[in-house]
């Protein structure tokens, strides 16, 4: 059974940066699509970024474009998203989302319905 578990988040400035993990088990890792999302209090859970099974290409929301890059480490299973220039607009609960089928396109990674998750860490940026 696949278990995504995030961290990194926390308590961030206007303009600072801020690098979430996710660790993922139970799943070859290597040949599924990855993504994360977020979801803002009052709003609903919105796309941000997504990775290529193989790595080599991402996809990101417009509104993070720039200023987030998303990247995977297949020896340690690992996912990540460095975020810099946040803003207070970023502020939200951030989830890693692995496809549920292998070898799956990423560029339509928002729109898939089949993705299993992770419990989410809390990214606030306030001064």
């Known amino acids: 059974q696949v278990q995504l578990v995030e961290s990194g988040g926390g308590l961030v400035q206007p303009g600072g940066s801020l690098r979430l993990s996710c660790a993922v088990s139970g799943r070859t890792f290597s040949t599924y699509a990855m993504g994360w999302f977020r979801q803002a209090p009052g709003k609903e859970r919105e796309f941000v970024s997504s990775i290529t099974w193989g790595g080599s290409m991402t996809f990101y929301a417009d509104s993070v474009k720039g200023r987030f890059t998303m990247s995977k480490d297949s020896a340690k299973n690992m996912l990540y998203l460095q975020m810099n220039n946040l803003k207070t607009e970023d502020t939200a609960v951030y989830f890693c989302?692995?496809?549920?089928?292998?070898?799956?396109?990423?560029?339509?990674?928002?729109?898939?319905?089949?993705?299993?998750w992770g419990q989410g860490t809390q990214v606030t940026v306030s001064s």
């Open positions: 989302a692995s496809d549920r089928s292998q070898f799956g396109s990423s560029s339509d990674f928002g729109t898939k319905k089949n993705l299993d």
